[in-house]
C-alpha cells in the first residue's frame, strides 16, 4: 500500500486514502465504494485535491442540476507561465456558465446534430472496415493505436474539417491538455499544456484564416458562417470552441472504444454473448459506459452556501463529482460492480447530466457500436497479451495507454 498523504476526512480515518496509489490506478471502485458507503458527499481535505467528493448517484444528479454550482477552469493559482492556456479553456463551453454558455451551446447544437452525425454513419463503418483489414498480417494488435485512436480521430477531423495529414498531432496535443485539466495537473504539466496551447491556437488560427476565403462542408465553415452572419460567436470562442471539439471529440471515444474491449476480455461469458448477438451491442454500449466510465470525474463549484445531504457545502468550495463511483451506486443500479450487456434501463451519467450534458454523446455511441460490432465479427480467437494492461496516470479519465491483444481474422470460407 502507496503511503498517505496528511489529510483530513469526514468519512472513517480506517479508510486508506490515495489517488496516487498504483492501486488506485489499476481499479478505483473498490475506493469509491468504501467512500460511497461512508458517506456519498464527503468533505475531504488533502493538500492538491481538497474539496467535497461525491459518489452517490442522486447527489450527483441533485449538484449536476442546480445552477448555483458553477463550472470553473480548473487551474490552481494564476501565472504568467500558463496565462495562454487559461484564456483558451476560458472560452471553451464547458467551463461557461449562463448567459454565454447557453449562447455557445445553441449555436455549436445547431451544426453538431445528431442528424449530421447520422450523416458520417456510413463514412465511420469504411473506415472501421479499412483500419480492421489493415491489421490482417499483425502478430498482435494494439486497440488503441491500431483502431480506436486511428477511427475517432480520423472522424472527428472530417466532421470538423482538419486535414487528415495533421491528425497525428492532435494525439500529441491532446494527451498533453488533457492532463491540464486533470486533477493531478502540476506546475510542469500547466507549463507544458500552455506551450501546446500555443501551437494549437496557431495551427487554428492558420486554419480558421483559410477557410473563411475558401469555406468547405465542414464544422468550421458552418461555425464561420454563423459568427459573420449574426455576431454571435467571438473570434476567440470560435477557436476554442474548434480545439474543444477536437480534443473532446476523439480522447474520449477513444477510451470508451478500448476500455469496451478490456471489460469484454474480463468478461468472456458477455464477449460470447455479444459475438452470437450482435443487436445487443446498443445495450452494451451503455454498460460499458457505466462500468469503465472514460470520463471518471467532473468538478463543480459553489456559488453560494447550498446544502446537499444535510451538508453544507459553503460558496467557493470546490466539488468533485466521481461519475466512475456514481455509476456503481448500488441505490441506482443492481449488482452495480457486475459487467451485464443486457443491462435496460441503464440511466448512467457517464456523459454528464443538466445543462452541460455531452454534445458528443450520439457521435460517440455510433462510433463505438459500430467499431465493437465489426471488429468482432471478423475477429476471433481474442485474447489479451498482458494481465494487466497500463492505465494513463490520469484521475479524471479512465485511459490506457495500450490493449494489446492477439487475434485471428476470419476469412469468408470460415463465415461460411
Ligand atoms: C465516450 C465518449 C465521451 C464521453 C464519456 C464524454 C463525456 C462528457 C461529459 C461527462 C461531459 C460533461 C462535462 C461536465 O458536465 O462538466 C461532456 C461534455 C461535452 N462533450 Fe463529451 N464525451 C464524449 C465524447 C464526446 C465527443 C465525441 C464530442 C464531440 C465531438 C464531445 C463534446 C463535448 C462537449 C462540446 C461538451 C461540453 C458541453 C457543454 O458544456 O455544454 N464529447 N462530455
Not at 473532446?248 to 458477455?270: R, Y
Amino acid at each position: 500500500m502507496t503511503r498517505h498523504t496528511n489529510y483530513t476526512l469526514d468519512v472513517p480515518k480506517t479508510i486508506p486514502f490515495s489517488l496516487n496509489s498504483s492501486e488506485f490506478l489499476k481499479n478505483p471502485y473498490p475506493l469509491y465504494d468504501k467512500l460511497r458507503s461512508a458517506n456519498p458527499v464527503s468533505k475531504i481535505t488533502l493538500l492538491k485535491y481538497s474539496g467535497w467528493y461525491i459518489t452517490g448517484y442522486d447527489e450527483a444528479i441533485a449538484i449536476l442540476k442546480d445552477t448555483r454550482f458553477k463550472n470553473r477552469i480548473p487551474l490552481p493559482q494564476a501565472s504568467k507561465k500558463y496565462n495562454d492556456l487559461k484564456k483558451i479553456q476560458n472560452d471553451m463551453m464547458v467551463f461557461k456558465n449562463p448567459p454565454d454558455h447557453k449562447r455557445l451551446r445553441k449555436l455549436v447544437g445547431n451544426v453538431f446534430s445528431t442528424q449530421v452525425v447520422e450523416q458520417y454513419r456510413p463514412y465511420i463503418e469504411e473506415t472501421v472496415i479499412e483500419l480492421i483489414d489493415r491489421l490482417q498480417d499483425k502478430k498482435s494488435i494494439d486497440i488503441v493505436s491500431d483502431l480506436a485512436f486511428p477511427l475517432t480521430s480520423l472522424v472527428i477531423a472530417k466532421i470538423v474539417g482538419v486535414p487528415e495529414e495533421d491528425r497525428n498531432q492532435f494525439r500529441e496535443w491532446t494527451v498533453s491538455l488533457i492532463h491540464t485539466i486533470d486533477i493531478k495537473r502540476d506546475r510542469n504539466i500547466l507549463v507544458n499544456g500552455n506551450d501546446t496551447a500555443l501551437k494549437v491556437l496557431d495551427y487554428f488560427k492558420e486554419l480558421i484564416k483559410k477557410r473563411k476565403q475558401n469555406p468547405k462542408d465542414d464544422l468550421i465553415s458552418m461555425l464561420i458562417k454563423e459568427e459573420e452572419q449574426g455576431e454571435k460567436l467571438t473570434d476567440e470562442e470560435l477557436l476554442a470552441t474548434c480545439i474543444l471539439l477536437i480534443i473532446a471529440g476523439h480522447e474520449t471515444t477513444v477510451n470508451l472504444i478500448s476500455n469496451s474491449m478490456l471489460s469484454l476480455l474480463n468478461h468472456p461469458d458477455q464477449l460470447k454473448k455479444l459475438k452470437e448477438t450482435p443487436p445487443l451491442i446498443k445495450t452494451a454500449i451503455e454498460e460499458f459506459l457505466r462500468y469503465e466510465s472514460p470520463t471518471q470525474m467532473t468538478a463543480r463549484v459553489a456559488s453560494e452556501d447550498i446544502e446537499i445531504n444535510n451538508k453544507t457545502i459553503r460558496e467557493g468550495e470546490q466539488v468533485y463529482i466521481f461519475i466512475g463511483a456514481v455509476n456503481r451506486d448500488p441505490k441506482k443500479f443492481t449488482n452495480p460492480n457486475q459487467l451485464d450487456i443486457s443491462r435496460n434501463p441503464n440511466p448512467h451519467l457517464a456523459f454528464g447530466y443538466g445543462s452541460h450534458f455531452c454534445l458528443g454523446s450520439t457521435l460517440a455511441r455510433v462510433e463505438a457500436q459500430i467499431a465493437i460490432n465489426v471488429f468482432l465479427q471478423r475477429m476471433t480467437n481474442i485474447q489479451l497479451t498482458v494481465s494487466t494492461p497500463k492505465w494513463r496516470v490520469l484521475t479524471g479519465f479512465r485511459s490506457l495507454q495500450e490493449l494489446r491483444i492477439t487475434a485471428t481474422m476470419m476469412n469468408e470460407m470460415d463465415e461460411n
